[in-house]
C-alpha cells in the first residue's frame, strides 16, 4: 500500500511540471457535488487553480465538481480487473453534475463525446507503471465499453516503458482528445527508445490548455445546511 501511495505521489511530481499554469494535480481527493453526491477516493484530480481550499478528514482534499476538469487513476500493474476497477472510479466521476455556477451573459459550451456541455466535462485518465500484454488490455477495454456510453469511458489509458491507448475519430481516423460515438480504439507503442512521457505530456497540453471554468457558486453547496441561527435583528423605524 505504502509503495502504491508512492507512485501516486511520483505521479503527480511529473503531472505538476507539464500541466498548464491554471491547472494543478491534487493528490488522494473526494469530489462532492451541490446534491450531495460524493465520489470513490481518487488517487489524482485535476483541477482549476481556483478551486476554493476545501479539506476532509485526516486532510483529504473535498473538492467542489464545478472546478474538476480530470481524474486519473493510477496502479501498479494493470489487468483485467485493474482496469474494470479503474474504469468504474472514472465512470462514477464523469457522470457526477456540474450545476453550481453562476449565470453568465455570454456562456461557452464545450464539444466533446458527440454533445455540447456549457462547461468542461470532466476527463478521464488511467496510468499505470506496468500491464499485460497491450492486445490482450485492449480486447478487455472494448469489451467494457460496449455497456457503457462514450461519456464515460476513459479517454486515455498509459503503460510506462510499454505504450498508450488513445481514440481515433470515426470519420477522419485521426486521434481524438475524447472519445466520440463511434470511435475506434487505437493502441500505440513509444518510437523507438522513447517512453510514453513525451505522448503524455503532448496529450495533457491538449486536454486541459483551453480547458476553462464558469464562475463557481459556491453558496449551492450550503443550500441544505444552515449556516447560522438568527438571535437579533434590528430595523429602521420611520420618523
Not at 449551492?220 to 441561527?229: E, F, L, N, T
Request: charge should be negative; include cysteine; glycine fraction near 6%.
Amino acid at each position: 500500500m505504502a509503495s502504491h501511495v508512492v507512485r501516486e505521489r511520483l505521479f503527480r511530481d511529473f503531472l505538476a511540471t507539464r500541466l498548464p499554469g491554471h491547472v494543478e494535480a491534487v493528490h488522494s481527493a473526494e469530489i462532492i457535488t451541490a446534491a450531495g453526491d460524493v465520489s470513490p477516493q481518487c488517487d489524482l484530480v485535476i483541477v482549476d487553480r481556483s478551486t476554493p481550499p476545501l479539506t476532509g478528514i485526516a486532510g483529504c482534499s473535498v473538492i467542489p465538481n464545478e472546478c474538476v476538469y480530470g481524474v486519473a487513476e493510477v496502479k501498479t500493474t494493470l489487468n483485467a480487473e485493474q482496469l474494470r476497477d479503474a474504469c468504474e472510479k472514472v465512470k462514477k466521476v464523469k457522470n457526477l453534475p456540474k450545476t453550481a455556477y453562476h449565470p453568465t451573459q455570454q456562456p461557452r459550451t464545450r464539444t466533446a463525446y458527440g454533445r455540447d456541455y456549457p462547461y468542461v466535462p470532466t476527463v478521464g485518465m488511467i496510468f499505470a507503471f506496468d500491464s499485460i500484454g497491450l492486445d490482450t488490455l485492449g480486447n478487455h477495454l472494448l469489451k467494457w465499453c460496449e455497456d457503457h456510453e462514450p461519456a464515460e469511458w476513459p479517454d486515455s489509458i498509459w503503460i510506462l516503458g510499454k505504450g498508450y491507448y488513445l481514440w481515433t475519430d470515426p470519420t477522419t481516423g485521426r486521434i481524438n482528445p475524447t472519445p466520440e460515438p463511434g470511435s475506434s480504439l487505437q493502441a500505440m507503442e513509444p518510437y523507438h527508445d522513447e517512453d510514453v512521457l513525451l505522448a503524455l505530456t503532448l496529450h495533457l497540453n491538449q486536454q486541459f490548455v483551453t480547458a476553462w471554468m464558469p464562475p463557481l457558486q459556491l453558496f449551492d453547496y450550503a443550500r441544505q445546511h444552515p449556516i447560522g441561527v438568527p438571535k437579533f435583528s434590528w430595523g429602521w423605524k420611520e420618523d
